[in-house]
């Protein structure tokens, strides 16, 4: 199963919230974010969601990348 974690790209400011869990999180950056969406997964088949505050999706970014 993927487990997929959901980080919102503010419009306005340097601001990344993670959605889900016991609440939503706030990151100064994207890598922040991401590093802890993947310390938080207890696999390798994960992956972070990138939206905008309007919902829309920019980017999928999987945990594994096969080489």
Not at 44 to 67: H, K, Q
């Amino acid at each position: 199963m993927v487990t997929e974690f959901h980080i919102v790209a503010s419009n306005y400011d340097t601001c990344f919230t993670m959605e889900g869990g016991a609440g939503p999180l706030e990151f100064s950056s994207l890598f922040e974010a991401a590093r802890h969406a993947r310390s938080a997964c207890d696999s390798d088949n994960g992956l972070v969601v990138i939206s905008d505050e309007s919902g829309t999706s920019l980017n999928r970014i999987p945990f594994n990348i096969a080489c």
